[in-house]
């Protein structure tokens, strides 16, 4: 349960109550990202336009939505990468556009970015990779650098892979490598750009374990970008649904499951009926018609 009041300027939370799903008590509730009228795009074109969001801290929110409605763009525009054509980004209690660059380095610092197509430098090792971010944010002596990259390569399963090109690695590794580098920095945030699309479901399920011990294990907060329905059952305290440029929905899982709201149940509805039955054959896609002609031509197999 959340109840929260909301002065309705910028930033300024009056009074919050509430229970997060995973903790089960009551607590102050700490709001890590809050966007307000936020538009952002492309080229002079609005993907975003108008998107009010607040994550709660220790939480695990995933955000849906179809295909190109701007999620990625949302996330850019969270961790510093998409200037807003309009208002505001607050991360981790600072108004991330209004604040000097060495501050919104410092901030950033603090917020991980698992991006969608992994992004690692296909010509640096595994442990290269990982040292770019913490060179450009620390001046830590290289073995305490070294220490920390082997311990985030180890909690995502591959110490035995610290030298290798990224090339080398399964797509299943390559997203854990991602990963590892998001966290590199141990942030406060972490957001990660469908982190299990392309995979087989057991290696999916691995990373949705990944994603929960970084919440129970090292206390971050998730964000999730995903279409995966297994995904989500299994990981989302919350959900955030973006449609036409805005925020449609936000709600815990089971206010996302129950709403009667039309793109909700397209999108859990549909998930769910292609979940229920085996899939189709080539042949049940062919009009009855043409099937049954088909099938009583001469030589056709009774
Ligand atoms: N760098 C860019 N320059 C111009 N247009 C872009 C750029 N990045 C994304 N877009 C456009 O912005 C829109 C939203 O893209 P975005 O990647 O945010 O969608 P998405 O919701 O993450 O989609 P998907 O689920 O397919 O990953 C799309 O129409 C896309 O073509
Ligand atoms: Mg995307």
Redesign the pocket.
Known sequence: MFIAWDSGAPGVIVAVVGICPHLGHVSGVEYVIETRDLAA???GGL?LDGVNMSIEKNCITCII??????????L?AIVGQLQPVRGTVTLLGHDLYSVTEDERADILARAGLMF?YGALLGSLTLVENLEIPIKAHTRLRPEIIRAMIEMKLGLVYLSHALHRLPGELSGGMRKRAGLARAIVLDPDVVMC??PTAGLDPITAAEIDELILKLRRVLGMTVIV?T?ELSSIRHIADRIVM?QGGKLHFHGTLDEALASTDPALTAFFGRQNRNADRPGRSLLELVPAAVRSAATSAPGAPS
């Open positions: 795009g492309y080229g993907i939505g179809g295909s190109g409605c701007g999620k990625s763009t949302l850019k969608q750009d469908e970008v279409h973006l």
